[in-house]
């Protein structure tokens, strides 16, 4: 899946591209080594660092920029880019971000539960600041929206229940409490739902992704690539809407004597149906197991 996803961005010398989600680089890093010049997007300055580093050797065809994706029209144009060749976006964590136990993000390592992806920001609020405060109406309803958790309101009940004697301050005092209210099902455990949810919260993974969303018809060029990867179905369906939205050249009503143009039209859709892993790509790395991707392509602009 990754070379196809790489191969859709059509990556060459002079095409300029930006990798909203850096990571550890390795997908930069296959847009580099085919000439390509990226702009590496990341709200995590320790990717940032880890991957400048790895890609020293590209010189001024990598140029890492700090920052949320949501902010990409202005630090592009700060830097004089005006449209791009293509995009590309892996949702989620990286194996690095999960692997670090400081980092809060692991329900099988012990941590401070923090869960911000830009850990230098003193103003964002930590998932230990979500189940210490929130209401438990508020902690359940984001359980089962984000988390799509069954047990979403016994969950939410128990935390409010357990902090008013011990506020959380760790991992494992979180996952060690769903552990006990919650009946295991199948081979996950029973606090990837709940971790998954506060994650999402504490990042505003959600908004974030549709503001960017909506940015990205202006940035790229015409005939410009767009790759987005997604690990959950909330994810994957914001993506798919969007998609659907920006590539029907008209729309249609009962109430309408006649179709009208539609003025979100943008895209031309690469492939109907996203691209799943194989058998064989979900037995090396399970973690890719729930990934999709989608391609779309910037229609000329008349
Ligand atoms: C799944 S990893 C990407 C892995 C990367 N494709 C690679 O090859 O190593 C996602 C990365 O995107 C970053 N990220 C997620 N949401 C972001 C956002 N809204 N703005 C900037 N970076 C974000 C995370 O900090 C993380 O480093």
Known sequence: MPDECIAAL???EGKV?????????????????????????????EAIQFASERLARFGSRFIPVHSNFCGIERELTLRGVEHLDGVLIDLGVSSRQLDAPERGFSFMREGPLDMRMDANDPTMQT???LVNTWEAEELARIFFQYGEEKFSRKIAREIVSYRSLHPF???????DLIERVVPK??????????????????????????????ALPRMLGDGGRLAIITFHSLEDRMVKLDFRKRSQEMLDHESWPEPRPNPDYAYRLVKRKPL???????????????AKVRVAERLPRK
């Open 127 to 129: 998932a230990a600041d």
């Open 10 to 12: 059509q990556p060459a």
């Open 276 to 290: 799943l892993p194989t058998d064989e790509e979900i037995r090396v790395n399970p973690r890719s197991r729930s």
């Open 185 to 214: 099902r199948g081979p996950k455990h029973p606090a990837t739902r709940v971790f998954q949810a506060l994650r999402i919260a504490v990042n505003h993974e959600m908004s974030v992704l549709e503001q960017t969303l909506d």
């Open 17 to 45: 591209i930006a990798d909203l989600t850096l990571g550890g680089g390795g997908h930069t890093e296959r847009l580099l080594e085919a000439g390509a010049t990226v702009y590496g997007f990341d709200q995590d300055l």
């Open 169 to 175: 301050q760790t991992t494992l005092e979180l996952a």
